[in-house]
């Protein structure tokens, strides 16, 4: 998105960031298992309802659709994806849990998002989708809905694991003018305020999901994007390899953590 | 490592740009355009305080999305109901923000909705009863502010 | 045509004070906002959202560029006899949208 409305001042902003100090860098250690949070248990008790009833979550609005796509029939193969994969709440039942995923052919980790436009170029014979748009949303919101509840279940082999070092590696790299690492938020100072704002985990396990912010659908890669400009860092364009390799290593880092999509966040 | 002073530094930047990412602030709605607001639902007669209750919370996540709900105390029977609901926010760029019309057949007075709260400010519930009488009530949020929003792109 | 959902319990008893919950996918874009060019960004909004019960209108709403993204509006209805209920919004740049929802009361 191009346009935003600012009407609060920055001031409170520098006030409340002052209340902030972290810890050292080199300090930084991974939140151990029993003590990672889902973003979810730090909002307020009115975004987790939200959340909660398919009947006001907005996200619904978006799965819905993507229902719809599910069963309309795209490309020049003249197929659906239920022409393949039948009824998505058995067929796409943890799938979503187990993304990024390993693809032998590309001989490299791709999210759901990939997956979808690749079997829309190979079974349907049908263009890609554009990432962020309202049908990719859509689909991928519908197909990851199906995992709501399970576990996150990123499997790391002696194939998977030179990207989850790589996507580790960002993570824990200092970047941007602020010359932060996502590490020094989301490790070190969670539970913490920035701004007005709780510092979550980090732990994607709700995406693609509603954020109140942006009044909208969006998917995770959206998210890193407004972390990077937050750290005042140049943002990868959207299907990067290297944002790929970062959603890997968080949804290994969130293993166990049981999916929400569709979220809704503040 | 972050000493506290690069700390504060790199905090002062972060709000910088944010206020740069900003628009011009926008023109507000002042509490005398919310009364006129009032008034035109009215007509002058006078508001009574109670009966209604409006609950919104009193700190946000996000002003953008905020669940508000109104209530009235009614019997909601054909001789005594509540004919409107009227939600007013003095400190929004127009005070309106959402107007409902119910009857007898609605059984309870209720109206939820989620509303958009540009600041910190007082929300305003006005009922207009079937005898032509008209109550308010109100409550006061906080919006606070968020970090790491979207970016120009 | 655009998405919106009408929720009500499947089933109810006659008298039973029932609540419908609603959204629309919309972005009730508010009018005051401006591009990154300092061009003003058009108002549209909903502006009107009104619930029919079997024929007859139940409950009914205007809406300004202050209600949020995608709107829920949630009320209640004493619930009559069997039918449809059905949920019209109409706003700006010729939205129109209609959704119905099936009650059976005993």
Not at chain 1, 145 to 156: D, N, T, V, W
Request: a positive charge; charged letters at 20%.
């Amino acid at each position: 998105m191009s346009v935003r409305i600012g009407v609060r001042p920055c001031l409170a902003l520098a006030a409340a960031c002052i209340l902030l100090e972290f810890a050292k860098a080199g300090a930084a250690a991974e939140i151990p298992l029993a003590e990672r949070r889902s973003g979810y248990d730090l909002m307020g008790r009115e975004t987790r309802a939200m959340q909660d009833d398919d009947a006001t979550n907005p996200g619904t609005l978006w799965v819905l659709d993507g229902e719809a796509l599910w069963n309309a029939k795209a490309g020049s193969a003249g197929r659906a994806c239920s022409s393949c994969h039948g009824d998505a709440r058995a067929s796409m039942k943890g799938v979503a849990a187990r993304y990024p995923a390993f693809d032998a052919a590309r001989r490299r980790p791709v999210n759901l998002e990939e997956r979808i436009n690749f079997c829309r170029a190979d079974r349907q014979k049908a263009p890609p989708l554009a990432f962020e748009g309202k049908d990719l949303l859509a689909l991928s919101a519908y197909v990851a809905r199906q995992s709501r509840g399970l576990p996150s279940e990123i499997a790391i082999d002696e194939r998977t694991k030179p990207f989850l070092d790589a996507g580790r590696e960002t993570f824990y790299r200092r970047q941007g003018q602020l010359n932060l690492a996502c590490t020094q938020c989301h490790n070190d100072n969670w539970g913490k305020k920035l701004a007005g704002s709780i510092i979550p985990q980090a732990h994607p396990t709700g995406y693609p999901l509603y954020r109140l912010e942006w009044q909208g659908l969006g998917s995770l890669q959206r998210r890193l994007r407004n972390c990077f400009v937050g750290m005042r860092a140049e943002p990868y364009a959207y299907g990067a390899p290297e944002f790929v390799d970062l959603e890997l290593y968080l949804m290994w880092r969130a293993r166990g953590m049981k999916l929400e999509t569709p979220a809704v966040r503040p | 490592m972050t000493s506290r002073r690069d700390f504060l530094i790199a905090a002062g930047s972060l709000a910088g740009g944010i206020g740069l990412a900003s628009a011009a602030r926008q023109a507000r709605a002042t509490p005398a355009a919310a009364q006129d607001a009032i008034r035109k639902v009215t007509g002058g007669a006078p508001v009574r305080r109670g009966r209604v209750k409006l609950e919104i919370s009193p700190l946000v996540d996000n002003g953008n999305s905020v669940p508000l709900s109104v209530t009235v105390e009614s019997p909601m029977t054909q001789a005594d109901y509540v004919k409107a609901i009227h939600v007013f926010a003095e400190q929004n760029p127009l005070p309106n923000v959402v107007s409902a019309y119910l009857g007898p057949r609605s059984g309870r007075a209720l109206l939820a909705t989620r509303v958009r709260v540009a600041d910190t400010q007082t929300v305003v519930a006005i009922a207009q009863m079937s005898d032509g009488s008209f109550w308010s009530g109100s409550a006061d949020v906080v919006v606070t502010l968020s970090a790491c929003l979207e970016g120009p792109v | 045509m655009a998405r919106a959902i009408v929720n009500v319990p499947a089933q109810a008893r006659r008298g039973e004070i029932i609540e419908i919950k609603t959204l629309a996918a919309h972005s009730m874009e508010t009018g005051f906002r401006r591009t990154q060019l300092g061009e003003l960004i058009p108002r549209d909004i909903i502006r009107r959202f009104v619930c029919i019960y079997n024929g007859a209108e139940i409950f009914r709403v205007d809406l300004h560029p202050a209600v949020a993204a995608n709107p829920l509006i949630a009320f209640t209805t004493v619930a009559t006899e069997s039918g449809t209920i059905e949920c019209q919004w109409a706003g700006d740049n010729g939205y129109a949208v209609t959704e119905t929802a099936l009650i059976r009361v005993e």
